[in-house]
């Protein structure tokens, strides 16, 4: 299960995620041309574009927004964890392919998937031979052990996930190595090493996202004797292809390669620039120039090029080739809270979804490019999506007027209600899509306020059930995105009735259905997690037949990469270019 904390810290991630675009022309995908192995617009959303395995070169990341934090302990933002692909290693990870095949868990410095044992409560993994670290000390399941540790001492390393501290504390009040007593400093009892090779997870109760939890950063090993607490950051030990040669906060970092990284026991990473520079720029329409003018490789942080750029790369065949609109696995999206009049009533919101314009909403958000027409709440990529589940019709695109009038009078307000929408006067795209909203709602009978309160205080603003409540906000306007591949890491936060907080809270409609929370559990209890994906299908459709929420857009970017970058394709685990296979032509 998810911890309950956790949704605040995701919320923090999608809001500092948040993409802007603007509405453009531009031709059918590949309809200009596939030049260079393969490219055509949006072909590296399909497939590998551009497959070589030339090494050598130096592959140039900026970014407009410093990294939180290289220690895999403390990172959150999802463009680090995929740069950390680059040099460190987990038991498991995700795939290095394009489609569906991206979503999948692998063996990493794990030999095999996890064995399970005692009703599914206990994972086992042996670790390959000749897995190093950096300066050439074989990795041991101390090490893995070490690293999870870590997660624990909060005083010290906080930032990062904490999904492992809730699973396999137990009641033990573990805190983390640098206060461990036990003289080797491998205390957690939940977790076992009977030999250099093995390591035993052993769980309160069965959990089929624990895999998923094993593929994050947080899970990667750490030599006890190079762990220098708050200041690993600055260069923690390396696992993968890379190792961190320099790194200055707020500047930037350089990789080069880690000379005892065996690609012979990794089968995700490629390795190939001889070199990897990344930089931190304030200024993104420069680093927009730079990057068409072939200057620099990426904008690493994933959330696409600004308006000029995007309208200069739709007009131009030549630079529109090596562009992407992929999806992120994000969600934009409208809550309606029960406990504010009359959105206690099913049919008043309803009224609300059919009288809503999708396309001027899409439009709003910056177009098709921005996103596709949002239809559920589970975004394509997750096991157990439908992106085709659409109960209220918004994908027609058209407001649906007769239908919300006579819902309107269903729910016993035949001449409409006054109600109010809550929207971060930070996020530009969310203040207009509340426009749009406001406006058609208008049209038949509902008048909504539009209250722009200050972004950053979300979590006390409409993360308070109490204050949301006292402001009548009956329409809240919100994104969202998962930290693993699973429905209980996207949905629950937002619709497990144990997840509701009096601050920080996420589930903002404040729905607690018996029925959905069982679902969960009977989700967690699955052996894997593609057993636990028809559960998720089943609570995001009773999740929509409560029309507790109108969806936006299933989240896109609009990214432009160098043509000479090899292997290029979007990891669909990640909504990224995966940084793992990556090479550049010179």
């Given at each position: 299960?998810i911890?309950?904390?956790?949704?605040?810290?995701?919320?923090?991630?999608?809001?500092?995620?948040?993409?802007?675009?603007?509405?453009?022309?531009?031709?059918?995908?590949?309809?200009?041309?596939?030049?260079?192995?393969?490219?055509?617009?949006?072909?590296a959303?399909?497939?590998?574009?551009?497959?070589?395995?030339?090494?050598?070169?130096?592959l140039?990341?900026?970014?407009?927004?410093?990294?939180?934090?290289?220690?895999?302990?403390?990172?959150?933002?999802?463009?680090?964890?995929?740069m950390?692909?680059?040099?460190?290693?987990?038991?498991?990870?995700y795939?290095?392919?394009?489609?569906?095949?991206?979503?999948?868990?692998?063996?990493?410095?794990?030999?095999?998937?996890?064995?399970?044992?005692?009703?599914?409560?206990?994972?086992?993994?042996?670790?390959?031979?000749?897995?190093?670290?950096?300066?050439?000390?074989?990795?041991?399941?101390?090490?893995?052990?070490?690293?999870?540790?870590?997660?624990?001492?909060?005083?010290?390393?906080?930032?990062?996930?904490?999904?492992?501290?809730?699973?396999?504390?137990?009641?033990?009040?573990?805190?983390?190595?640098y206060?461990?007593?036990?003289?080797?400093?491998?205390?957690?009892?939940?977790?076992?090493?009977?030999?250099?090779k093995?390591?035993?997870?052993?769980?309160?109760?069965?959990?089929?996202?624990?895999?998923?939890?094993?593929?994050?950063?947080?899970?990667?090993?750490?030599?006890?004797?190079k762990?220098?607490?708050?200041k690993?950051?600055?260069?923690?030990?390396?696992?993968?292809?890379?190792?961190?040669?320099?790194?200055?906060?707020?500047?930037?970092?350089t990789?080069?390669?880690?000379p005892?990284?065996?690609?012979?026991?990794?089968?995700?990473r490629?390795?190939?620039?001889?070199?990897?520079?990344?930089?931190?720029?304030?200024?993104?329409?420069d680093?927009?120039?730079?990057?068409?003018?072939?200057?620099?490789?990426?904008?690493?942080?994933?959330?696409?090029?600004?308006?000029?750029a995007?309208?200069?790369?739709?007009?131009?065949?030549?630079?529109?080739?090596?562009?992407?609109?992929p999806?992120?696995?994000?969600?934009?999206?409208?809550?309606?809270?029960?406990?504010?009049?009359?959105?206690?009533?099913?049919?008043?919101?309803?009224?609300?979804?059919?009288?809503?314009?999708?396309?001027?909403?899409?439009?709003?958000?910056?177009?098709?490019?921005?996103?596709?027409?949002?239809?559920?709440?589970?975004?394509?990529?997750?096991?157990?999506?439908?992106?085709s589940?659409?109960?209220?019709?918004?994908?027609?695109?058209?407001?649906?007027?007769?239908?919300?009038?006579?819902?309107?009078?269903?729910?016993?307000?035949?001449?409409?209600?006054?109600?109010?929408?809550?929207v971060?006067?930070?996020?530009?795209?969310?203040?207009?899509?509340?426009?749009?909203?406001?406006?058609?709602?208008?049209?038949?009978?509902?008048?909504?306020?539009?209250?722009?309160?200050?972004?950053?205080?979300?979590?006390?603003?409409?993360?308070?059930?109490?204050?949301?409540?006292?402001?009548?906000?009956?329409?809240i306007?919100?994104?969202w995105?998962?930290?693993?591949?699973?429905?209980?890491?996207?949905?629950?936060?937002?619709?497990?009735?144990?997840?509701?907080?009096?601050?920080?809270?996420?589930?903002?409609?404040?729905?607690?259905?018996?029925?959905?929370?069982?679902?969960?559990?009977?989700?967690?209890?699955?052996?894997?997690?593609?057993?636990?994906?028809?559960?998720?299908?089943?609570?995001?459709?009773?999740?929509?037949?409560?029309?507790?929420?109108?969806?936006?857009?299933?989240?896109?970017?609009?990214?432009?990469?160098?043509?000479?970058?090899?292997?290029?394709?979007?990891?669909?685990?990640?909504?990224?270019?995966?940084?793992?296979?990556?090479?550049?032509?010179?």
């Open positions: 299960m911890r309950r904390k956790q949704a605040v810290a995701i919320a923090a991630v999608a809001a500092a995620l948040s993409l802007t675009a603007t509405a453009c022309g531009g031709g059918k995908d590949g309809d200009n041309g596939k030049d260079n192995a393969g490219a055509a617009f949006n072909a959303t399909k497939g590998m574009v551009n497959v070589s395995d030339k090494k050598g070169g130096e140039k990341l900026w970014s407009p927004q410093d990294v939180d934090y290289l220690d895999p302990a403390r990172a959150y933002y999802g463009f680090v964890w995929n950390q692909r680059m040099y460190i290693r987990q038991l498991l990870a795939d290095s392919k394009p489609g569906a095949a991206g979503t999948k868990l692998v063996p990493d410095l794990a030999e095999a998937l996890p064995v399970l044992s005692n009703g599914g409560k206990t994972y086992t993994l042996k670790l390959k031979d000749g897995v190093k670290f950096e300066d050439g000390t074989p990795i041991t399941s101390k090490d893995i052990k070490y690293g999870i540790e870590r997660v624990f001492a909060q005083d010290v390393l906080s930032g990062g996930p904490t999904y492992l501290i809730d699973i396999l504390d137990q009641g033990q009040k573990y805190t983390g190595p206060k461990d007593k036990d003289p080797n400093k491998m205390g957690l009892k939940s977790v076992q090493t009977p030999d250099d093995t390591i035993v997870f052993n769980l309160a109760k069965p959990n089929s996202d624990f895999s998923y939890l094993l593929a994050m950063p947080s899970s990667s090993p750490v030599p006890a004797a762990d220098t607490g708050a690993y950051t600055n260069q923690p030990v390396a696992t993968g292809p890379y190792k961190v040669t320099s790194f200055t906060a707020g500047k930037g970092a990789f080069e390669r880690n005892n990284w065996d690609p012979k026991t990794d089968t995700i490629k390795g190939l620039p001889d070199k990897v520079s990344f930089t931190v720029t304030t200024n993104p329409e680093m927009d120039q730079r990057l068409l003018n072939g200057d620099i490789d990426l904008a690493v942080d994933g959330t696409g090029v600004q308006t000029a995007r309208i200069k790369i739709l007009q131009d065949p030549k630079l529109k080739k090596n562009a992407d609109n999806f992120t696995g994000y969600i934009r999206y409208f809550a309606f809270p029960q406990t504010v009049k009359p959105f206690d009533n099913i049919e008043c919101r309803k009224a609300v979804i059919y009288a809503a314009d999708p396309t001027s909403l899409q439009t709003g958000r910056g177009g098709p490019t921005s996103g596709d027409l949002g239809a559920n709440m589970l975004p394509p990529g997750i096991p157990g999506a439908d992106k589940y659409d109960p209220y019709g918004l994908t027609g695109g058209k407001p649906q007027e007769a239908k919300a009038k006579e819902a309107l009078a269903k729910c016993g307000q035949p001449n409409g209600f006054k109600t109010t929408i809550a971060r006067n930070n996020r530009a795209a969310e203040v207009k899509t509340a426009e749009s909203l406001q406006a058609a709602l208008k049209k038949v009978g509902i008048d909504a306020a539009i209250d722009q309160y200050d972004g950053k205080l979300s979590s006390s603003t409409i993360g308070s059930p109490e204050n949301v409540k006292k402001k009548g906000y009956g329409i306007v919100m994104g995105g998962a930290d693993y591949n699973s429905g209980s890491g996207f949905l629950q936060p937002l619709v497990d009735g144990s997840f509701i907080l009096p601050n920080g809270n996420n589930n903002y409609t404040m729905i607690n259905d018996t029925e959905i929370n069982g679902l969960f559990d009977k989700a967690a209890d699955a052996a894997t997690p593609e057993a636990a994906a028809p559960f998720y299908t089943d609570i995001n459709k009773k999740v929509m037949e409560k029309a507790l929420y109108l969806p936006i857009n299933f989240d896109k970017a609009f990214v432009y990469h160098n043509p000479r970058l090899t292997n290029v394709y979007f990891n669909d685990s990640m909504g990224k270019i995966d940084l793992a296979t990556v090479g550049v032509e010179k």
